[in-house]
């Protein structure tokens, strides 16, 4: 007559205050036996037996049965204390790491139940989009079970797409706008309009992480007939918005407060991305699908690049996605784009560009303030964290993730919660959508850290579809990590002690470690030789953040050179026991070039200019013109003077050289060595090139069109060379290296180019030019400033080495074209000359600035000097 009842669940008090669960009879002998009627998930139940039916002298037996697949964990990840930290703190901390990545991977094991990754195992216990990219990406860092994804991918494909609208395309234009939202919303992926973006996500996250081109070819006609119905019956055709109806579910985040239409926007943007480069996948290049997609997103960035301020009324999430979808770099790329050698130098232009250039550092101290509503999930806190690591603060990423996890590890966590606020009690933990006992104490979306700590510690990414490609980037704070990863093509390993790196790359992969690829096979590499890009931006930040001069330092007007038209390559120096500021510099007549020298008390009034080498004589490799510049100073430290050293009773420069006469920079370009008695009026001392591309050595093909400036260093005896070269008919110029032990022979070194372009469509990617090295002995490393060409001008950039050989660039610029408001420099930045004053404590930098007032001197400083 009463069934006994079962009540389970998280905790003890919710047993004593949760409703009755059905269970009904056996179908088995013998009877009084009782079985719930579905799978439950608990960690306690309390089982109530009516005692009219029950004496208390008779066997009560109570048994559970699991169901739970077995899982075998491809992936790993541990890391300890090593043996060279001091903090008593740290092994606590790495102890914790390991215990939050273990809790993540259990966390997403029980959620991934009957081949679907589900929410939780409490509620819903159905699939969810949004929640998807998340685990998605936990997955293939400890489970990599790809069916899972495909069947949750499948089944969310499903939902409502025959109510996504007509399916004759001749009828979309008769559809009146009510009717256009309701088709709309009746097919948004879990009924959210973000879950939508989401799928399409997802989509191209499961081939980033796992490759599978046989599931997309599958899916793809139900993936593009949802972005295309999206793109004609929920776009603004005008403006490529995704048109918001009052009905719609907008999910974004459990956040109570926030505006979240802009967030949506830079959702939809992301899906389209994805969503072309799945076409791309495809191999429907010349299909109509991309034009259309492609066309909606580039509406789409225009209204964002006609905005005024692009990142006005942001939410602390819209910052978040801006980042991580790619939109603030497709943004400054779209305003800087144009041909470098001839770039628009409109104000409208460097209007758009000024907008787009702080996006990046605006996010960046937006997502580290607490000015904004806190994310309210650990779903969002994995992307805010997602988008910290990748905008180069990994450091504070990782206390964020022991912070967030960390705490739910002190409410006494198990598997990690749906919500989480840090400052949270315990009695808070359970409560959720108002009831006491609502939240799921076990829920996918949490399981953020088993992709998180890989790639914040050790920057494990794939960089293209199945890991065919990956990253490799150590960061310094943690002594020793291990971690593997499954891939299609084998298992990633890679091993960080004290004293070394040790990868093993799979059969079929490249791994990117510092600039450089490294194909299949075990690696080794010593520790003390790496540089993080962690390490790279953080180093980068005393070099940024300049002030401005209005005019050209240095005007063309020189006495008795009256044909000057412009000038370039500033070197600032000074002599043995002399208080003046020395400047050399070249003037172009229209002819060739010859170098200049002046004089300055205090960096800014340069008077008394004078010729310090003229062209050579006919014949010779610089009778086209000279470029002084490459000086053998007494010490390269980059806060000392530049004062020249003296060797064998003369001062020492290398210097860029043309034969040829008639016009600017004629190929191919030659390398000399001069020598001064008072380092002022400066001669040839060797009447054969050092370098050029006849010899010596091999010279390869990077090389092979034209040799430029070179810059001199000394260090343990061996005198470097790094000089920049040119291929045609590309146009592509790099930076390598040579070395001699006297200054008069020199030999190219076999790993050139030590700085390549970048491949990545960057600031770099046409031009590495005119290196300039020191010594930063705050951090022990090489400091090597040059100048970038790409996204339509040259820039002023950054690369760090710990022995003059292995270099790794910042890919953000120092400066860029066009930073000055009085338009000195629209067109080129680049060409420095880096001087620490110690009596104001400011950089002075030097460069060759091209805009309004064409070719010459310009200068900035680090702080401002009026």
């Known amino acids: 007559e009463h069934e006994p009842t079962a009540r389970n669940g998280s905790s003890s008090a919710k047993t004593r205050a949760n409703n009755g669960t059905s269970v009904h009879h056996s179908n088995v002998e013998p009877m009084h036996v009782w079985v719930s009627c579905h799978l439950l998930a608990f960690r306690y139940v309390r089982i109530i037996i009516l005692n009219d039916h029950h004496s208390d002298d008779s066997d009560v037996t109570i048994a559970c049965k699991e169901h739970l697949p077995l899982f075998n964990q491809c992936g790993s990840f541990s890391c300890s204390n090593g043996t060279i930290s001091t903090d008593a703190s740290e092994p606590k901390n790495y102890e914790r790491d390991v215990k939050i990545w273990q809790h993540a991977a259990e966390t997403l094991k029980l959620c991934m139940h009957n081949n679907f990754i589900v929410d939780g195992i409490k509620r819903d216990r159905l699939p969810w989009a949004g929640d998807l990219a998340v685990s998605l990406m936990a997955n293939a860092y400890s489970f990599s079970d790809e069916e899972c994804i495909r069947w949750t991918l499948t089944v969310l494909g499903r939902c409502g797409m025959d109510k996504i609208g007509p399916r004759n395309r001749h009828e979309i234009e008769g559809i009146d706008s009510v009717s256009k939202n309701t088709a709309a919303l009746d097919s948004h992926v879990n009924g959210a309009v973000d879950y939508t973006f989401w799928f399409i996500i997802s989509h191209w996250l499961y081939q980033r992480y796992f490759g599978d081109n046989h599931f997309l070819q599958q899916e793809w006609k139900l993936i593009v007939s949802r972005l295309t119905h999206l793109v004609k019956l929920c776009s603004d055709q005008e403006k490529g918005w995704f048109i918001i109806d009052d009905d719609d579910w907008i999910f974004i985040d459990w956040a109570v407060d926030g505006e979240k239409s802009t967030a949506l926007q830079i959702l939809w943007w992301h899906a389209l991305n994805c969503g072309i480069s799945l076409a791309q996948t495809v191999g429907l290049i010349k299909d109509d699908v991309i034009p259309l997609l492609s066309g909606t997103q580039s509406r789409l960035e225009?209204?964002?690049?006609?905005?005024?301020?692009?990142?006005?009324?942001?939410?602390?999430?819209?910052?978040?996605?801006?980042?991580?979808?790619?939109?603030?770099?497709?943004?400054?790329?779209?305003?800087?784009?144009?041909?470098?050698?001839?770039?628009?130098?409109?104000?409208?232009?460097?209007?758009?560009?000024?907008?787009?250039?702080?996006?990046?550092?605006?996010?960046?101290?937006?997502?580290?303030?607490?000015?904004?509503?806190?994310?309210?999930?650990?779903?969002?806190?994995?992307?805010?964290?997602?988008?910290?690591?990748?905008?180069?603060?990994?450091?504070?990423?990782?206390?964020?993730?022991?912070?967030?996890?960390?705490?739910?590890?002190?409410?006494?966590a198990t598997t990690f919660f749906e919500a989480f606020h840090e400052n949270e009690t315990l009695a808070d933990v359970s409560q959720f959508y108002d009831r006491p006992f609502a939240r799921s104490l076990c829920h996918a979306w949490a399981a953020g850290p088993c992709a998180l700590y890989p790639e914040i510690l050790l920057g494990l990414r794939p960089l293209s579809d199945g890991w065919m490609e990956w990253i490799c980037?150590?960061?310094?704070?943690?002594?020793?990590?291990?971690?593997?990863?499954?891939?299609?093509?084998?298992?990633?390993?890679?091993?960080?002690?004290?004293?070394?790196?040790?990868?093993?790359?799979?059969?079929?992969?490249?791994?990117?470690?510092?600039?450089?690829?490294?194909?299949?096979?075990?690696?080794?590499?010593?520790?003390?030789?790496?540089?993080?890009?962690?390490?790279?931006?953080?180093?980068?930040?005393?070099?940024?953040?300049?002030?401005?001069?209005?005019?050209?330092?240095?005007?063309?007007?020189?006495?008795?050179?009256?044909?000057?038209?412009?000038?370039?390559?500033?070197?600032?120096?000074?002599?043995?026991g002399d208080d003046l500021f020395y400047m050399s510099f070249i003037g172009f007549d229209g002819v060739g070039y010859q170098t200049f020298v002046g004089e300055s008390a205090d960096l800014l009034i340069w008077s008394n200019i004078r010729l310090a080498m003229g062209y050579g004589e006919q014949g010779m490799f610089d009778f086209g013109g000279v470029v002084l510049g490459a000086y053998l100073y007494e010490s390269y430290a980059i806060d000392a003077p530049r004062v020249l050293k003296r060797v064998n009773g003369k001062y020492w420069s290398l210097y860029g050289a043309y034969k040829k006469k008639g016009t600017y920079e004629p190929d191919p370009g030659y390398q000399g060595l001069a020598s001064s008695e008072d380092g002022l009026v400066w001669k040839r001392e060797k009447d054969e090139s050092i370098l050029s591309i006849y010899g010596p050595g091999i010279v390869k093909d990077w090389e092979k069109d034209s040799i430029y400036q070179p810059w001199l260093v000394e260090h343990k005896g061996v005198y470097y060379n790094f000089y920049n070269a040119k291929k045609m008919p590309q146009w592509i110029e790099q930076i390598g290296l040579a070395t001699s032990k006297d200054l008069h022979n020199w030999e190219r070194h076999e790993d050139n180019p030590i700085l390549s372009v970048d491949k990545n469509d960057g600031f770099d990617t046409q031009f590495t030019s005119d290196a300039k090295v020191f010594w930063d002995s705050d951090e022990s490393h090489w400091v090597m400033f040059y100048f970038g060409v790409g996204k339509g001008g040259a820039h002023i950039m950054v690369a760090f080495s710990k022995d003059l050989i292995h270099w790794v660039r910042d890919p953000i610029p120092l400066y860029t074209a066009g930073t000055n408001p009085s338009g000195l420099d629209k067109q080129y930045a680049h060409k420095i000359s880096l001087v620490w004053n110690p009596c104001n404590e400011t950089w002075y930098m030097f460069y060759c600035a091209v805009g309004d007032a064409g070719r010459g001197i310009g200068l900035i400083t680090s702080s401002s000097l009026k």
């Open 302 to 412: 225009d209204s964002f690049l006609e905005m005024e301020d692009i990142q006005l009324g942001f939410s602390r999430h819209a910052h978040i996605l801006g980042v991580i979808s790619g939109l603030y770099k497709r943004l400054d790329d779209r305003a800087r784009e144009g041909d470098w050698s001839n770039p628009d130098c409109g104000d409208e232009r460097w209007q758009m560009v000024r907008r787009c250039q702080n996006l990046y550092n605006r996010s960046e101290f937006m997502l580290l303030s607490d000015k904004m509503p806190p994310v309210a999930t650990p779903y969002m806190k994995h992307l805010e964290i997602l988008a910290l690591s990748r905008i180069g603060k990994r450091n504070s990423a990782l206390e964020r993730v022991r912070s967030y996890w960390g705490g739910m590890l002190d409410k006494y």
């Open 473 to 576: 980037d150590p960061i310094d704070c943690v002594p020793s990590v291990k971690c593997t990863i499954k891939t299609k093509f084998g298992v990633i390993d890679v091993q960080l002690d004290p004293m070394n790196l040790q990868v093993i790359v799979p059969e079929g992969t490249v791994m990117i470690l510092m600039n450089k690829s490294y194909s299949s096979g075990r690696h080794c590499f010593p520790r003390k030789s790496l540089i993080s890009y962690q390490a790279v931006h953080d180093w980068s930040m005393k070099y940024r953040g300049w002030q401005h001069l209005p005019t050209h330092i240095i005007e063309p007007d020189i006495p008795g050179y009256e044909g000057i038209q412009m000038t370039d390559v500033p070197t600032v120096y000074q002599l043995p």
